[in-house]
């Protein structure tokens, strides 16, 4: 028999899973009386029921995952536990530190559920269902049996308790998206003092193969777009690095830059590496302050 899957949050991950088997969704933007105009047309024009709320969307679920931001994903955890069917599958998607895995985890089982520490390795752009995923904690091979049966097409079991998958995902987010900070830091300052093309150049002399104009663009694109979102979840990189006695010193101003470039809202992405330079050196709140603060 077939499983019944549910969503709890239908930001962008869950609008790019939603060709998997989920039957309904819920996302906290929607109140009761449904009145999110904007998110109820990312439902309607993804085919997926909205539900009114987070018991409509539960009730009778098997399966549930998780996709909501990483400050709301123990809050959700806690919330939802009491409302899942005894044996559910908590599927934890989200991209939040071992401890905060390992507290949402006792909540749900604490209920009567089961929890799946899910990492998600890479964007959810384009690759959607194909986009590889780790699996841990004791209920990791039925979880895993479960996220194909949803569609996924790239899971993969790591050994480990709750926390092994995410550890795995935070880890790398240091560099991922530290590169993506760094990278921005560079050109910015080469922008401003006039160097661009120069500093561009005696990048790919370095490093042969590589187009830093390309990569610095595609950085600052994801950045533009997603920022914010990804200073949140840098915040639980940092929490992984102090839980490992390691002190997140680069991540601080990792987490500046992505707040900084996500928060300044332009209207649209320019296109083109100088464009994109230039509107944020035009924004109001752009980000060229000293980040001294962040690293303390």
């Not at 989200?94 to 890479?122: F, W």
């Amino acid at each position: 028999m077939s499983a019944t899957f549910a969503l709890i949050g239908f930001g962008e991950a869950g609008a790019a899973f939603s060709g998997g088997a989920v039957a309904r969704a819920y996302d906290r933007k929607i109140d009761v009386a449904g009145t999110c105009a904007a998110k109820l047309e990312d439902f309607a024009r993804t085919g997926v029921t909205a539900s009114p709320d987070a018991a409509a969307a539960l009730r009778g679920a098997d399966a549930v995952l998780s996709l909501v931001t990483a400050d709301q994903a123990l809050a959700a955890a806690r919330a939802d536990a009491p409302l899942l069917d005894a044996g559910a599958y908590w599927l934890d998607l989200n991209s939040v530190a071992p401890d905060t895995k390992r507290a949402a985890a006792a909540a749900i089982e604490a209920a009567g559920s089961h929890y799946v520490d899910v990492a998600v390795m890479a964007p959810v752009h384009p690759a959607r269902l194909g986009v590889p995923l780790l699996v841990s904690g004791p209920h990791a091979e039925k979880g895993a049996a479960l996220l194909a049966e949803f569609g996924f097409t790239d899971v993969r079991i790591v050994e480990g308790a709750v926390g092994a998958a995410s550890s795995i995902k935070m880890i790398r987010s240091v560099m991922v998206k530290g590169l993506e900070a760094l990278t921005t830091e560079c050109v910015a300052a080469a922008q401003a003092a006039g160097v661009l093309d120069e500093v561009l150049a005696s990048l790919n002399a370095s490093w042969p193969g590589t187009d830093w104009a390309a990569k610095a663009d595609y950085n600052l694109e994801r950045m533009i777009v997603h920022g914010r979102r990804r200073a949140e979840e840098m915040l639980e990189s940092a929490d992984t690095l102090r839980s490992l006695g390691i002190s997140p010193l680069m991540t601080a101003g990792t987490i500046g830059w992505q707040q900084d470039i996500g928060t300044l809202a332009l209207p649209t992405v320019p296109e083109g590496l100088a464009a994109k330079l230039g509107a944020i050196a035009a924004a109001p709140d752009r980000a060229a302050h000293d980040r001294k603060d962040q690293a303390a």
